[in-house]
């Protein structure tokens, strides 16, 4: 398939040379990047309007700076990342994070709540040879960030759109709405209201196509809090209709627990009277 996502057939004059695009990786899985190699094998037709001059992910090439575009997957962990997320900011004409870890801290930012020094003894054999912050953090905390792409992974056909449109000079066409239109949109039967199940899908945005709603899973908050957000309200309807506050603190402390929304909802959960936090 040549053609680019959603339609957009290249229409428009093509740029007179192509966007010199780097990508990086902090802490992180590598999923996001991966998702941008899927992009470029189902519509290779980006290949005419961007030219990725290093990605180590997929090729051993590496050309200096300055870059069109810097790609970002991952959090910033070490005090190495925070160096290292200042150079490329320097180097980047326009700073694209991507996935949950660039944009929140991601999975990792768990240990934001507890102490890295107990988490690195725990798991390594020599601890006091590692270097750690206390933190995972989102990379727009560390650097000036241009636009984020949110996902755990990120969307293949989002990550496509948004690289057209910055090669094109459109805004790129990032859904606002909730994971609860996408569930209507595919006639996803809700599992909250049907099977009393905790979901986070009425506060995060869309992107994933309602995945897990769509297996009878509770939407897990991948995308991040949408828009409109009131996860207060939320938790208190799932707590007045039986889910204990022990279920509903790890579901909004997870993929994107740093996110301020939902941060801020773990912090008031954990710190209200009654049933003890975990």
Same mark, same amino acid.
């Given at each position: 398939?040549?053609?680019?996502?959603?339609?957009?057939?290249?229409?428009?004059?093509?740029?007179?040379?192509?966007?010199?695009?780097?990508?990086?990786?902090?802490?992180?899985?590598?999923?996001?990047?991966?998702?941008?190699?899927?992009?470029?094998?189902?519509?290779?037709?980006?290949?005419?309007?961007?030219?990725?001059?290093?990605?180590?992910e997929a090729s051993s090439r590496v050309e200096p700076g300055p870059y069109d575009v810097g790609i970002v997957e991952g959090s910033v962990s070490t005090p190495q990342d925070?160096?290292?997320?200042?150079?490329?900011?320097?180097?980047?004409?326009?700073?694209?994070?991507?996935?949950?870890?660039?944009?929140?801290?991601?999975?990792?930012?768990?240990?934001?709540?507890?102490?890295?020094?107990?988490?690195?003894?725990?798991?390594?054999?020599?601890?006091?040879?590692?270097?750690?912050?206390?933190?995972?953090?989102?990379?727009?905390?560390?650097?000036?960030?241009?636009?984020?792409?949110?996902?755990?992974?990120?969307?293949?056909?989002?990550?496509?759109?948004?690289?057209?449109?910055?090669?094109?000079?459109?805004?790129?066409?990032?859904?606002?709405?909730?994971?609860?239109?996408?569930?209507?949109?595919?006639?996803?039967?809700?599992?909250?209201?049907? =099977? $009393? #199940?905790?979901?986070?899908? %009425?506060?995060?945005? !869309?992107?994933?196509?309602? +995945?897990?709603? *769509?297996? /009878?899973?509770?939407?897990?908050?991948?995308?991040?809090?949408?828009?409109?957000?009131?996860?207060?309200?939320?938790?208190?309807?799932?707590?007045?209709?039986?889910?204990?506050?022990?279920?509903?603190?790890?579901?909004? =402390? $997870? #993929?994107?627990?740093?996110? %301020?929304?939902?941060? !801020?909802?773990?912090?008031? +959960?954990?710190? *209200?009277? /009654?049933?003890?936090?975990?």
């Open positions: 398939m040549s053609t680019l996502p959603d339609g957009d057939h290249g229409a428009g004059p093509v740029p007179a040379r192509r966007l010199r695009v780097a990508v990086w990786k902090f802490a992180s899985c590598d999923g996001c990047q991966l998702q941008l190699l899927d992009a470029v094998g189902r519509w290779p037709a980006l290949l005419g309007r961007i030219e990725f001059v290093q990605f180590l925070v160096v290292r997320i200042r150079e490329v900011r320097r180097q980047c004409r326009f700073l694209l994070t991507i996935g949950a870890c660039a944009t929140s801290g991601g999975i990792q930012a768990l240990r934001n709540w507890g102490r890295v020094e107990d988490f690195v003894a725990a798991v390594y054999a020599s601890p006091d040879t590692i270097e750690a912050l206390a933190t995972s953090t989102g990379i727009a905390e560390h650097v000036p960030v241009d636009f984020e792409l949110r996902g755990c992974p990120v969307d293949t056909a989002q990550l496509a759109d948004v690289l057209v449109a910055l090669a094109t000079g459109r805004t790129p066409r990032v859904p606002s709405t909730s994971v609860c239109a996408e569930c209507k949109a595919a006639g996803v039967v809700c599992v909250a209201v049907t =099977r $009393g #199940i905790p979901c986070l899908g %009425p506060v995060t945005q !869309a992107g994933c196509g309602a +995945l897990c709603p *769509a297996h /009878g899973r509770e939407c897990f908050g991948c995308f991040g809090p949408a828009e409109a957000t009131n996860l207060p309200a939320l938790s208190a309807h799932y707590e007045a209709t039986g889910t204990p506050r022990g279920r509903l603190l790890p579901l909004v =402390r $997870g #993929i994107c627990g740093w996110a %301020p929304a939902f941060r !801020a909802e773990a912090e008031r +959960l954990a710190d *209200a009277p /009654g049933e003890p936090a975990p």
